[in-house]
């Protein structure tokens, strides 16, 4: 443990929000509308029917401090999952009284989201984004900091190619969010303030935890993770070779060791559909949430990982950073270069390179999960028929559309903008204006944080949450919604295909 080791103290306290980030992201008295300062007090919602704040109090504890009381419970052994690693037998109660002072603090403070712009000189209305929040639990030396470090390496490299003549064709976008800790409230409000121009916007790149160790990992909507795997294949590795060679060895060594999940990322699930690096999918825990969980604007999430043991507490500091996660900096370097390459790369692609097979492979197996899911739980008479239809019938049109891509390069400008166009607005169409039930500030039919999953991502959550509610005329009602989503995806496919 630290200072010899990266694990945490004893004494190490992991802070973390408690926003009900499942219900809505960003000011809590705001969804779903920008909370600039001259915004009438009327459209506010007032504190008592806020339903993004919990209203149990809680105190995070260091096990220094948690050991105490956990060794003088007394009442029956807890069930065996809920056994620690502290040397002693864990009992659910009573027997131990705690006198907690907590002092709540409501108040209306003002955050500054820093925005640094690149005008595009083909398609300016066209908007790449990219952002890392800078606000941190303490010193945040690998949250948020070593992604920072990255972003602003990438910043001055584009600095200097503007020097030498080079212009963008798209916008380019750098963000830095204040306030994500709390509840992505610097993303989430810059977002609900731009909403009408990011309709336009082609990607969100998002770094958070930058580099806390050597191993490369990403997240992605599944029509940019080759998108993904061919910016790290043009990056060289500080292990040697490239980036996604590195990647694709780790993974392998990873599977062989079962231990994946020791180094995974917050918010990265295991969906793949292909024999190619697993890119996770986008659930939430960092400032991608607002873009495409609100807009469906495309977004990446991308990190590079080791043992983090000191994640939101005190010792994730400097001396910790250069002791453990990179003595050199190579991986900052790194890092830098596979964000840099994500913006230059989509500000300058002719045609827009999303992947739509691969989205319709992955929709087609996530039918398929619910459905075995469904009979699994006993839930007889659902129809899947019509969504499933709809979603082999994206993957065919998603060929056709490939085809067209491959081809599209020496086609006219204006035919060209056209099918940019039509690109983009396939992701859009999978957002449904009412949202999902419950929780009507998440748009998306496809990915939407879990209400129970913590950071991880719920797919086709809608379904999937109706399911698990036993909740059989939900479920075909949201069955209806996401084949309404795929049937709107498939006419814009298939107009695109023309
Ligand atoms: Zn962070």
């Known amino acids: 443990m630290y200072p010899h080791g990266p694990w945490g103290p004893a004494t190490a306290v992991q802070r973390g929000s408690v926003q009900f980030m499942f219900k809505y992201p960003g000011d809590a008295l705001t969804p779903g509308i920008a909370s600039r300062p001259n915004l009438p007090e009327s459209q506010r919602i007032p504190l008592d029917?806020?339903?993004?704040?919990?209203?149990?109090?809680?105190?995070?504890?260091?096990?220094?401090?948690?050991?105490?009381?956990?060794?003088?419970?007394?009442?029956?052994?807890?069930?065996?999952?809920w056994q620690g690693a502290l040397p002693f037998t864990y009992h659910v109660g009573p027997g131990v009284k705690v006198h907690i002072v907590l002092k709540m603090d409501y108040q209306y403070r003002t955050i500054w989201d820093v925005i640094g712009t690149v005008a595009g000189s083909e398609f300016p209305d066209e908007w790449?984004?990219?952002?890392?929040?800078?606000?941190?639990?303490?010193?945040?030396?690998?949250?948020?900091?070593?992604?920072?470090?990255?972003?602003?390496?990438?910043?001055?490299?584009?600095?200097?190619?503007?020097?030498?003549?080079?212009?963008?064709?798209?916008?380019?976008?750098?963000?830095?969010?204040?306030?994500?800790?709390?509840?992505?409230?610097?993303?989430?409000?810059?977002?609900?303030?731009?909403?009408?121009?990011?309709?336009?916007?082609?990607?969100?790149?998002?770094?958070?935890?930058?580099?806390?160790?050597?191993?490369?990992?990403?997240?992605?909507?599944?029509?940019?993770?080759?998108?993904?795997?061919?910016?790290?294949?043009?990056?060289?590795?500080?292990?040697?070779?490239?980036?996604?060679?590195?990647?694709?060895?780790?993974?392998?060594?990873?599977?062989?060791?079962?231990?994946?999940?020791?180094?995974?990322?917050?918010?990265?699930?295991n969906a793949h559909v292909d024999n190619?690096?697993?890119?996770?999918?986008?659930?939430?825990?960092?400032?991608?949430?607002?873009?495409?969980?609100?807009?469906?604007?495309?977004?990446?999430?991308?990190?590079?990982?080791?043992?983090?043991g000191v994640y939101h507490s005190v010792f994730d500091n400097y001396a910790?950073?250069?002791?453990n996660a990179d003595p050199t900096f190579v991986y900052e370097q790194e890092m830098a270069r596979v964000f840099g390459l994500e913006a230059l790369h989509m500000a300058d692609a002719d045609v827009l390179p999303y992947d739509y097979v691969t989205y319709g492979k992955e929709l087609s197996s996530y039918l398929d999960t619910a459905q075995k899911k469904a009979q699994d739980a006993g839930l007889t008479g659902l129809d899947f028929a019509p969504a499933k239809a709809a979603a082999e019938k994206f993957t065919l049109l998603a060929k056709q559309v490939k085809e067209k891509q491959e081809h599209a390069a020496s086609d006219s400008s204006e035919a060209l903008a056209a099918l940019n166009t039509q690109l983009r607005a396939v992701e859009g169409d999978f957002l449904t204006e009412p949202g999902l039930p419950n929780r009507p500030w998440f748009k998306h039919t496809i990915y939407a944080p879990g209400e129970y999953t913590g950071y991880a991502a719920v797919v086709i959550p809608g379904v999937n949450e109706a399911i698990d509610a036993k909740d059989l005329a939900r479920a075909q009602a949201q069955l209806t919604v996401l084949t309404d989503a795929l049937n709107r995806a498939n006419a814009t496919l298939e107009a695109a295909a023309k």
Not at 320 to 323: A, G, I, L, Q, S
Request: some cysteine; overall charge negative; aromatic content about 8%.
């Open 49 to 81: 029917q806020v339903t993004s704040l919990p209203k149990i109090p809680s105190e995070p504890l260091s096990y220094h401090d948690a050991s105490p009381i956990l060794e003088h419970l007394s009442g029956p052994d807890a069930p065996r999952e």
């Open 276 to 308: 190619d690096v697993t890119i996770g999918d986008l659930g939430s825990g960092s400032d991608f949430t607002p873009f495409i969980q609100h807009l469906g604007v495309p977004s990446t999430d991308i990190g590079s990982g080791g043992p983090y």
């Open 128 to 269: 790449v984004v990219a952002g890392n929040h800078r606000d941190a639990w303490v010193y945040g030396a690998v949250d948020p900091n070593s992604g920072t470090a990255a972003m602003l390496e990438a910043v001055h490299g584009i600095g200097v190619l503007l020097q030498q003549g080079w212009k963008p064709k798209r916008r380019i976008v750098f963000c830095s969010w204040d306030a994500e800790e709390e509840g992505l409230i610097g993303s989430t409000e810059w977002v609900e303030d731009h909403a009408i121009q990011l309709v336009h916007a082609v990607a969100y790149f998002n770094t958070d935890v930058g580099v806390s160790g050597p191993n490369f990992d990403a997240s992605a909507v599944p029509s940019l993770k080759q998108f993904v795997r061919d910016v790290t294949k043009a990056v060289p590795s500080p292990k040697g070779g490239t980036v996604y060679q590195q990647w694709k060895q780790h993974q392998a060594d990873a599977m062989a060791h079962r231990q994946v999940g020791v180094e995974e990322h917050a918010g990265r699930g």
């Open 320 to 323: 910790w950073f250069v002791m």
